[in-house]
């Protein structure tokens, strides 16, 4: 059973909007532009900041077509360290794997700040709170906009306004990484909450897309980074030298990926359809977590295993220790990272009997 | 517009003003101390790129009679962008098939193995010995920048050395990668040729070592190539040196038409036992610029050496952008493993190079005939997609200001942008420019 990442599921509007390109004889293979397809920029950015966001009507909003979420993190942290003045990025414990290097190599000092507490297996939001109180003013923050990666464990609506709050009063510069929208609740517009709180203050931020696993373009590299500025002016310049920073790395971005995602963002029937196969995957997903937490209640398994159910998205942080882990492997032949973290895309109703077996078999064993 | 300094003189915070100013609708003092606040007031606009710049300029030009000859993508004889036949084919085998896994992050395994073959012949003695590193790059410049990086973390004693003149966006790369770089001669403007004694003296005076930039064939952007003789000698003397070759190969098939012959350059240094580097593009060669298809080998000692080399390449790509795109890897795999594909991709290569070869020569002709006292041979003796016509800065001004004519300030033309429909008047405005 592979629990490290899921199998990748191809949409159904993916596939229509490739036969369109297809079948479409006037398109080329021309070079994009350094910062790739206009109209999916424009796109991208309404689908996270949203329709009606100020910040876009006020055309202070950059956006650049880059190699999915690690691409437009890469990016952004070059961009940083050349031309922000506090080069330390804060990033949270724990997080995905490839963050510290993707910020290292760009030319930024990685520190963290506390966030998952393995005791209640949620947010450890006032460890959250002290740390960035304690952090220097102006530093950037690296924020999950929705189903953190690897602990499923985000802040309420509320503990976002109390971050959002220290954040601006410190005059720290929040960058997003939102791998996740419409994956996480099956809704994109709750999914963006997070990163609207933060636009509709006025403030500036950072915000990485990646179109991964909500469009299951995985291989096809798709994302974008858009820097939501002060002023027109302002988005301006910054957009020449993001220029700057993509050209020496790659010169410009890879069609095919981007042409997709446009053509399903910016046709109506497709967007409806999209929206539709959306909540159906992250209503499957959720229907695993459920049926997971029945199964291991129903053994009686020893311990708390509602985190399963109270942790979003993609990823479960169950709390099992490496021995544990390595004992499912080798007992059960589960295979999951050793921090205890598994896919729950990787689930089926036919298959979680056996991981509720193994995990009732690894707690109880007291491996 | 008044606002509402109830509101205004009450708020502290720089959040918190913010805010009320938001709230008042003053858009002027809202615009002032947003620009105040700005993280960003102090960031400077960009210079357009001196390449990618020239055809925006060109698109936001609305004569009728405007002519791009800037940047180097392939246009049929209409002025029209090509996608090759072979690469349609191979698209709608591909379309509804691919299930867009991520690729590792070395890229395909199979794609890597074609292109290496391609670029080094596919009977290269490293390639039976399996001890060539190779992972998919986004395209030309990703090759480049990931063997750049390379370079800094395992060789960061030696400097890169870089032909005179260069890609504009090579310098970019090394200094992006924050290694060392210096020049040695190239082009010789007294005869628009080689300056051979000059780049021999050049690369006899750097420190043994070094890092060498050369391009396998059709030089951009100068379209001057050293000679299979040259070449051997080049081979020979960087050998003594023990100085590093890395080949920038864009335009294997598109110089001469010829894959086995654009590539000689490769085959000569493999035969005198260097150990090289070669950064593959399929921009030109498969008309693939958008998918950001190519790919960086490293020739090693052995079998281990390059499965280490490799895990090293692929560790830097990781942090970079995580694994590359799927789609043009499967395209050229799909042409290259197909013995009918790959057929039809060499006519149609030979095809894009016969077209250029032939432009060449009208451009030429045009000139003569228009009685340009000039001599004008490098524009046929020159190979590859671009002509280094020897125009100065300021007459590339006039090209552009006069006659709508867009090319790059250093006297590059893409003859790819020639067609016969353009060709009588291309060289007009050469000829007005230019006239003593």
């Not at chain 1, 203050?201 to 696993?213: M, N, P, R, T």
């Not at chain 1, 998205?313 to 490496?322: E, R, S």
């Not at chain 1, 050793?338 to 064993?365: C, E, W, Y």
């Not at chain 2, 030696?158 to 190239?186: C, E, G, K, M």
Request: proline fraction near 4%; include cysteine; aromatic fraction near 8%.
């Amino acid at each position: 059973m592979w629990l490290q990442e899921g199998k990748p599921y191809v949409l159904k509007v993916v596939r229509e909007a490739e036969q369109r390109l297809i079948r479409d004889g006037s398109r080329n293979k021309e070079y994009l532009s350094i910062t790739g397809i206009p109209a999916f920029n424009k796109l991208s950015a309404k689908l996270i900041l949203g329709e009606d966001s100020p910040a876009i009507h006020e055309k202070r909003v950059c956006t650049a077509q880059c190699l999915s979420g690690t691409g437009s993190l890469r990016v952004g942290a070059e961009f940083l360290a050349k031309h922000y003045p506090q080069k330390v990025i804060y990033i949270p414990t724990p997080t995905w794997g490839n963050h510290p290097k993707v910020f290292t190599l760009g030319g930024l000092q990685v520190k963290s700040y506390r966030y998952y507490d393995p005791k209640t297996r949620g947010l450890d939001y006032e460890g959250l709170l002290d740390d960035l109180r304690a952090a220097p003013s102006d530093a950037v923050v690296l924020l999950h906009a929705c189903a953190h990666n690897p602990t499923g464990v985000d802040p309420t609506r509320e503990q976002w306004e109390g971050i959002r709050q220290i954040i601006r009063s410190k005059n720290m510069l929040p960058f997003f990484d939102s791998a996740y929208q419409g994956f996480a609740s099956g809704s994109l517009d709750e999914d963006a909450h997070a990163v609207r709180l933060f636009a509709a203050d006025g403030g500036e931020c950072l915000i990485a897309q990646s179109y991964a696993k909500n469009m299951g373009l995985y291989g096809e590299r798709v994302g974008a980074l858009s820097i939501v500025c002060a002023s027109e002016s302002v988005a301006t310049r910054v957009d020449s030298q993001l220029k700057l920073v993509i050209r020496p790395m790659y010169s410009n971005p890879p069609i095919h990926g981007a042409a997709i995602v446009a053509t399903v963002l910016g046709d109506r029937g497709l967007y409806q359809e999209w929206t539709v196969e959306l909540k159906a995957m992250a209503d499957r997903i959720i229907r695993m977590r459920h049926l997971l937490y029945e199964a291991l209640r129903a053994r009686g398994t020893p311990g708390n295993w509602e985190h399963i159910i109270k942790q979003i998205g993609m990823f479960t942080f169950t709390g099992l220790t490496k021995e544990q882990v390595n004992f499912m492997t080798k007992e059960y032949h589960v295979y999951m990272t050793s921090d205890g973290r598994i896919s729950m895309a990787g689930l089926s109703s036919r298959t979680v009997p056996h991981l509720a077996n193994a995990i009732h078999a690894a707690v109880t064993k007291r491996v | 517009m008044a606002y509402r300094s109830r509101l205004a003189h009450i708020c502290s915070s720089s959040a918190g003003r913010l805010g009320c100013l938001q709230r008042s609708g003053n858009t002027d003092a809202l615009s002032s101390f947003r620009r105040l606040y700005s993280w960003w007031s102090s960031v400077q606009p960009a210079p357009r790129d001196p390449i990618l710049g020239v055809t925006s300029a060109y698109l936001a030009d609305t004569h009728p009679s405007k002519v791009n000859v800037g940047v180097g993508a392939y246009r049929n004889d209409e002025g029209k962008p090509v996608v090759l036949q072979c690469v349609r084919e191979a698209e709608r085998r591909i379309a509804g098939r691919e299930l867009m896994e991520y690729l590792p992050m070395g890229g395909s395994a199979k794609f890597c193995e074609l292109a290496v073959g391609l670029a080094y012949g596919e009977d290269a003695q490293a390639l039976k010995d399996k001890r060539v590193a190779s992972v998919q790059a986004l395209s030309g410049t990703g090759a480049v920048r990931l063997f750049a990086e390379f370079i800094k973390r395992f060789q960061p004693e030696s400097s890169a050395y870089l032909p005179v003149p260069t890609w504009s966006n090579h310098h970019n790369i090394f200094r992006d990668a924050n290694v060392n770089q210096n020049t040695y001669r190239y082009y010789l403007a007294s005869t628009r040729g080689l300056d051979f004694e000059g780049l021999k003296e050049d690369l006899k005076a750097a420190p043994n070592r070094s890092v060498i930039l050369l391009h396998a064939c059709a030089h951009n952007p100068t379209g001057v190539d050293p000679t299979p003789d040259q070449w051997k000698e080049i081979s020979k003397l960087m050998k003594e040196k023990e100085h590093f070759p890395i080949f920038d190969m864009a335009y294997q098939g598109f110089a001469s038409g010829d894959t086995q012959r654009d590539n000689q350059a490769i085959r000569i240094f493999l035969e005198d036992g260097h150990q090289l580097a070669c950064a593959q593009s399929f921009a030109k060669s498969m008309g693939l610029y958008g998918q950001r298809i190519g790919c960086l080998s490293v020739v090693c000692a052995d079998a281990a050496e390059a499965a280490a080399v490799k895990s090293q390449l692929e560790f830097i790509a990781r942090p970079m952008y995580s694994s590359p795109p799927l789609h043009g890897s499967l395209i050229v795999t799909t042409i290259l493993s197909d013995a009918a594909l790959k057929e039809l991709w060499y006519k149609e290569v030979k095809d894009m190079a016969d077209r250029i070869i032939g432009m060449r020569t009208d451009l030429k002709k045009n000139l003569e005939d228009l009685g340009s006292k000039h001599n004008w041979e490098h524009i046929t003796k020159q190979i590859g997609m671009f002509c280094y016509s020897g125009l100065t800065p300021e007459q590339v001004d006039r090209m552009t200001q006069e006659f709508h004519v867009y090319m790059t300030r250093n006297g590059r033309i893409s003859m790819a942008g020639v067609t016969s429909g353009n060709v009588k008047y291309l060289a007009n405005a050469i000829n007005e420019v230019t006239k003593v």
